[in-house]
């Protein structure tokens, strides 16, 4: 069977049961659930998720997504998209960051990687407070698509140096699943 893939996001008040609304309404088209991210993010629910299934069934599920979102108080969007591609020769890199929180880390760090044309495939951030002192922290987890042919151990002292320079606590090593 040819799948056929959609991007649907939606962002609404955080409450119980929009988890279990969405799913529900994926699994009742027919459809999917592939890749999802799903987060509370300040005081609204957050969700991403690419869903899977025959071309009718997405379109059923694109046409009753507008009526949902309103049902639901959500903020709907929809992409059609292509199926995943493999990405040869790229090797998965995992980087982790902490550090004390301010302004311009996700765009400077950003920076670093797109200037060696580096892909960042996934990227979480979180801020909290540190135990003790309660000073305000950042923490950052993403994936990165690192070319066979850069040399690893170049990348890395280039990374360390630039985090050394902005006072980053930082590990970049390979993804282990």
Not at 37 to 65: Q, Y
Not at 145 to 173: G, P, T, Y
Request: negative net charge; aromatic residues 6%.
């Amino acid at each position: 069977m040819h799948k056929n893939y959609l991007v649907v996001s939606a962002l609404g008040e955080d409450r119980p049961g929009l988890v279990e609304a969405v799913s529900a309404l994926i699994r009742d088209t027919g459809c999917s659930i592939g890749d999802s991210r799903m987060s509370v993010l300040g005081g609204d629910f957050a969700m991403i998720l690419t869903v899977e299934g025959r071309w009718n069934e997405l379109a059923k599920l694109e046409s009753s997504l507008p009526a949902a979102g309103r049902r639901l108080d959500l903020d709907v969007q929809v992409r059609r998209t292509r199926p995943p591609q493999p990405t040869a020769d790229v090797m998965p890199y995992s980087v982790e960051v902490v550090c004390v929180d301010h302004a311009g880390i996700v765009h400077q760090l950003g920076h670093f990687f797109a200037s060696r044309e580096i892909n960042v495939r996934d990227l979480t951030t979180t801020t909290y407070a540190a135990a003790h002192t309660r000073t305000p922290m950042f923490q950052l987890q993403m994936t990165i698509d690192v070319a066979a042919s850069l040399h690893i151990a170049r990348l890395r002292e280039e990374f360390m140096d630039f985090c050394d320079q902005l006072n980053l606590d930082a590990i970049i090593e390979p993804l282990r699943h």
